[in-house]
């Protein structure tokens, strides 16, 4: 995670180098970029409960600075307010259900309260408030509706940093259920692997859906997002229902979470790159709405080879890094549930509709007379464009070598929380 | 294990598997042979004459740039034939701050459902 993190704040800073550079303020938006940056990676690294607040706390009011950086454009400051009050009020909830834990176990490190978790009545409310709270920073549907406006809004240089800082509270998701609540997650009535299943479809859904009635380029992209959210959510769903179950979770389980963690990685690169291409495209023609494009592939070549690249990562499309990811996605949750398999594929089809659209609207066609003087964007665009293409073309070609070093390793962390909590109480002597 | 032999690794998927490498070599075979017959085909074919013309079933074109279709109109059989369902998404979609917290309230209440709390 940090890894990916790190990699999409070089890439920002390299592409805002010519993005911003004629805008005034750029010290401030340099510092809050790293202040973001620094609120990503503590939620990511953290192994305390009161640090991982204050971090996603960091992060929220970063953003949200961020996302009002064109405080020229009203829509931009309304982003901004709608972050903020979403971001407020998953805040206060996780502090809440922080309070609870600390107030029954006096411990705020992930370690401790793992070993000690009861899944008293205290406990449940707690795990509710914590995955409501992240899930809807995550963008899951139906609690989704911020992140199409705040990603839609925000400088693009921003809204691939936004796209690491969203898969860091995915990720709380997870270091939730699995960490925290590992020993006693089963204990549950219904499975709460099913519910993030059940999340995951129907945010795959409404996600592409929604993109798929867009004509504003970024909107678009952010709804195909949010779809790829969905995907990420299934693989790990899956693996979190068949978590009580050793033999099946190491048949189909573990399988389904490497494709849901390898996904994280693949969505934050494919949605990334797109992203920049939108803002590169905005930088060249000052224009954002679909209906008003056509036949930019004429002038900006590159860009255009380099929004391909994008199209078929996030599609599914082989031999692209998002190809490999989904694959074993559809391949676990089908031996599941075939109608998931089917719904993901589905899913994965419209992306390509989708994406097909802005292809056909935004680069083909005749070359229109009102973009005659529109060029190729600056280098050092491209450069920070080509970092992450580069990085699709490889992860995709080479998914074994991405599996074995980077993915297994965090998938066994999840799983192996008992493993964790002795590396932090070496007294620990096992779960329940 | 060589460096060189671990990228060509294939990629167990548990009931399947997936070499890009070996999917790369098909395609340009397949690219090739696509090729080869292409040129078995018929080489009458004359740019910037009546026969690269479209057909627009006799109606006269107009100008280029008017004959691109917009983003909007690129799906609108399918959206027209699904309107009751993307209307149905559309309204869901206010705008409105509000409405966000509420939906927020929704979810949480049916998580507490799941966990047997209410």
């Given at each position: 995670?940090a890894i990916?993190?790190?990699?999409l704040?070089l890439v920002s800073?390299?592409?805002?180098?010519?993005?911003?550079?004629?805008n005034?303020?750029?010290?401030?938006?340099?510092?809050?970029?790293?202040?973001?940056a620094?609120g990503?990676f503590?939620?990511m690294?953290?192994?305390d409960?009161?640090n991982?607040?204050?971090?996603?706390?960091i992060?929220?009011?970063a953003?949200?600075?961020?996302?009002?950086?064109w405080t020229n454009?009203?829509?931009a400051?309304?982003?901004?307010?709608?972050?903020i009050?979403?971001?407020?009020?998953?805040?206060?909830?996780?502090?809440f259900?922080?309070?609870?834990l600390?107030?029954?176990?006096?411990?705020?490190?992930?370690?401790?309260?793992?070993?000690?978790?009861?899944?008293s009545?205290?406990d449940?409310i707690a795990?509710?408030l914590l995955v409501?709270?992240?899930a809807?920073k995550?963008?899951i549907?139906?609690?989704?509706?911020?992140?199409?406006?705040?990603y839609g809004r925000?400088?693009a240089?921003v809204?691939?940093?936004?796209?690491g800082?969203?898969q860091?509270?995915?990720?709380?998701?997870?270091?939730?259920?699995?960490?925290?609540?590992?020993n006693?997650i089963n204990?549950?009535?219904?499975?709460?692997?099913?519910i993030?299943?059940?999340?995951?479809v129907i945010?795959?859904?409404?996600?592409?859906s929604?993109?798929?009635i867009q004509?504003?380029?970024?909107?678009?992209?952010?709804?195909?997002a949010v779809?790829?959210?969905?995907f990420?959510?299934l693989?790990?769903?899956?693996g979190l229902?068949?978590?009580?179950?050793n033999?099946m979770?190491?048949l189909?389980?573990?399988t389904?979470?490497?494709?849901g963690i390898?996904?994280?990685i693949n969505?934050?690169?494919d949605?990334?790159?797109?992203?920049?291409?939108?803002g590169?495209v905005?930088?060249a023609t000052?224009e954002?709405s679909l209906?008003?494009m056509?036949?930019?592939?004429?002038?900006?070549?590159?860009?255009t080879?380099?929004f391909?690249i994008?199209?078929?990562a996030?599609?599914?499309i082989p031999?692209m890094?998002?190809?490999?990811?989904k694959?074993?996605?559809?391949?676990s949750t089908?031996q599941l549930?075939p109608?998931?398999a089917?719904?993901a594929i589905?899913?994965?089809?419209?992306?390509?509709?989708?994406?097909?659209?802005?292809?056909?609207?935004?680069?083909?066609?005749?070359a229109?007379?009102?973009f005659s003087a529109?060029k190729?964007?600056p280098k050092t665009?491209l450069?920070?464009?080509?970092?992450?293409a580069?990085?699709?073309?490889?992860?995709?070609?080479f998914p074994?070598?991405?599996i074995?070093n980077i993915?297994?390793?965090?998938?066994?962390?999840l799983?192996?929380?008992?493993e964790?909590i002795?590396?932090?109480i070496?007294t620990?002597?096992?779960?329940f | 294990?060589?460096?060189?032999?671990s990228?060509?690794?294939?990629?167990e998927t548990?009931?399947g598997f997936?070499n890009p490498i070996v999917?790369?070599?098909s395609?340009?075979i397949?690219f090739?042979?696509?090729?080869?017959?292409?040129g078995f085909g018929?080489?009458?074919?004359k740019?910037?004459t009546?026969?690269?013309?479209?057909f627009?079933s006799?109606?006269p074109?107009y100008e280029?740039?008017?004959?691109h279709?917009?983003?909007?109109?690129?799906?609108?059989g399918?959206t027209?034939?699904?309107?009751?369902?993307?209307?149905i998404?559309?309204?869901?979609?206010?705008?409105n701050v509000?409405?966000y917290?509420?939906?927020?309230?929704?979810?949480?209440?049916?998580l507490f459902?799941?966990?047997?709390?209410i």
């Amino acid at each position: 995670m940090a890894i990916i993190g790190s990699i999409l704040l070089l890439v920002s800073v390299i592409y805002s180098w010519s993005f911003i550079e004629e805008n005034s303020g750029l010290d401030k938006y340099y510092t809050l970029v790293l202040l973001l940056a620094a609120g990503m990676f503590g939620m990511m690294l953290t192994g305390d409960m009161f640090n991982f607040f204050v971090f996603l706390e960091i992060t929220s009011i970063a953003s949200c600075a961020l996302i009002a950086f064109w405080t020229n454009k009203g829509k931009a400051v309304e982003a901004a307010f709608k972050y903020i009050v979403i971001s407020s009020l998953a805040a206060l909830f996780v502090l809440f259900a922080i309070a609870l834990l600390y107030g029954q176990y006096n411990a705020l490190n992930i370690a401790v309260l793992g070993s000690a978790i009861q899944f008293s009545y205290l406990d449940k409310i707690a795990l509710v408030l914590l995955v409501a709270a992240l899930a809807m920073k995550a963008g899951i549907v139906p609690m989704h509706m911020w992140l199409p406006d705040a990603y839609g809004r925000a400088p693009a240089s921003v809204t691939i940093i936004l796209v690491g800082a969203t898969q860091a509270s995915l990720y709380g998701v997870f270091r939730v259920c699995f960490t925290l609540y590992g020993n006693t997650i089963n204990l549950s009535p219904t499975s709460i692997g099913w519910i993030i299943v059940l999340l995951g479809v129907i945010t795959m859904l409404i996600g592409v859906s929604m993109a798929l009635i867009q004509s504003d380029f970024k909107r678009l992209i952010a709804f195909s997002a949010v779809a790829e959210i969905g995907f990420i959510f299934l693989g790990i769903g899956t693996g979190l229902t068949l978590f009580a179950n050793n033999q099946m979770f190491g048949l189909i389980g573990s399988t389904a979470m490497s494709g849901g963690i390898f996904h994280i990685i693949n969505d934050s690169l494919d949605v990334g790159l797109l992203f920049l291409v939108a803002g590169a495209v905005y930088y060249a023609t000052k224009e954002t709405s679909l209906d008003k494009m056509g036949g930019l592939a004429r002038n900006m070549k590159y860009t255009t080879i380099l929004f391909i690249i994008g199209l078929l990562a996030i599609s599914g499309i082989p031999p692209m890094n998002g190809f490999a990811s989904k694959l074993l996605i559809y391949e676990s949750t089908f031996q599941l549930n075939p109608i998931l398999a089917i719904v993901a594929i589905l899913s994965s089809i419209m992306l390509l509709a989708v994406f097909i659209k802005v292809f056909h609207s935004a680069f083909l066609g005749p070359a229109q007379p009102k973009f005659s003087a529109v060029k190729e964007v600056p280098k050092t665009m491209l450069l920070a464009m080509g970092i992450i293409a580069s990085l699709i073309i490889i992860f995709g070609l080479f998914p074994d070598l991405i599996i074995n070093n980077i993915i297994e390793p965090a998938v066994n962390s999840l799983i192996n929380y008992n493993e964790y909590i002795k590396q932090v109480i070496p007294t620990f002597t096992g779960g329940f | 294990m060589s460096m060189f032999e671990s990228l060509l690794n294939t990629l167990e998927t548990g009931s399947g598997f997936w070499n890009p490498i070996v999917w790369l070599v098909s395609i340009l075979i397949i690219f090739l042979i696509v090729h080869i017959l292409r040129g078995f085909g018929n080489k009458n074919y004359k740019i910037n004459t009546e026969q690269t013309k479209p057909f627009l079933s006799g109606n006269p074109e107009y100008e280029k740039e008017k004959m691109h279709i917009k983003g909007s109109n690129l799906y609108w059989g399918f959206t027209e034939s699904l309107k009751w369902i993307f209307d149905i998404l559309k309204k869901m979609h206010t705008g409105n701050v509000s409405d966000y917290v509420l939906w927020f309230i929704i979810v949480i209440s049916i998580l507490f459902l799941a966990v047997g709390l209410i």
